[in-house]
């Protein structure tokens, strides 16, 4: 069975830029949620995705957007980038199980200059 | 709106001791609350959890308690051991599959030897 895979592990960006996240969720699964980990704070829910429809959002801009695929693998896409954008970003992937458990990524580092 | 709370960000104990983490919430609609490990460099995993209707759930040295009327929950570790040295997040979710999963801040727990 493979787990939640993410890249890149770590990127930097300046202000402005856009940037493109990757997970692969893990195999069975059909649902992917993004969440933004800031230093000492814990996950925020950005969105989920559930068989290529976005299925639920947190309180993040529009320039948060997402997609996933057919396969259930998963891009989280930020525009205009902002110095507060600078975080850990984390997926997670279920299976629609009634207990709600989340299988992790290792998550992917990007930092805003 | 902070809807699930850990007020204690660090917790000390003795190895062998038992070791006990705190959690708030404050929407009545959670179906499911849960409790996820982080080391440091890995994505948080999952440890246990329960459901809205029962008041206790077990798995080896490790329970959880849900007291719906006064919105808390409690994770006991017993004994505790130096590896459970980690962030533990507090969560919760309304809904199958992990709808919309809110976590806590986190606490940091420290095992001594």
């Known amino acids: 069975e493979t787990g939640v895979t993410q890249s890149p592990t770590h990127l930097i960006k300046t202000r402005g830029q856009q940037v493109t996240l990757r997970c692969s969720s893990q195999s069975g699964h059909n649902t992917v949620s993004w969440y933004q980990q800031a230093l000492g704070q814990g996950p925020q829910f950005i969105f989920q995705?559930?068989?290529?429809?976005?299925?639920g959002r947190g309180n993040f801009p529009p320039r948060f957007s997402g997609l996933q695929f057919p396969n259930y693998s998963s891009e989280l896409n930020v525009n205009a980038l902002e110095l507060d954008d600078s975080a850990l970003y984390l997926c997670?992937?279920?299976?629609?199980?009634?207990?709600?458990?989340?299988?992790f990524g290792e998550g992917s580092r990007l930092t805003v200059l | 709106d902070q809807q699930v709370k850990q007020n204690s960000p660090s917790l000390s104990v003795q190895e062998g001791r038992i070791s006990i983490l705190n959690c708030d919430y404050t929407?009545?609609?959670?179906?499911?609350f849960l409790w996820y490990k982080k080391y440091p460099a890995e994505g948080p995993t999952f440890l246990i959890s329960i459901s809205s209707i029962k008041d206790k759930n077990e798995d080896g040295r490790f329970t959880v308690f849900l007291n719906k009327s006064a919105k808390h929950l409690s994770l006991h570790i017993v004994p505790s051991q130096p590896g459970d040295s980690a962030v533990y997040f507090c969560a919760a979710s309304a809904g199958t599959g992990g709808f919309k999963t809110i976590f806590g801040a986190g606490t940091r727990l420290f095992v001594k030897a």
């Open positions: 929407n009545s609609m959670f179906d499911y």
């Open positions: 995705y559930y068989r290529e429809e976005e299925n």
């Open positions: 997670a992937s279920s299976g629609g199980r009634g207990t709600g458990e989340l299988f």
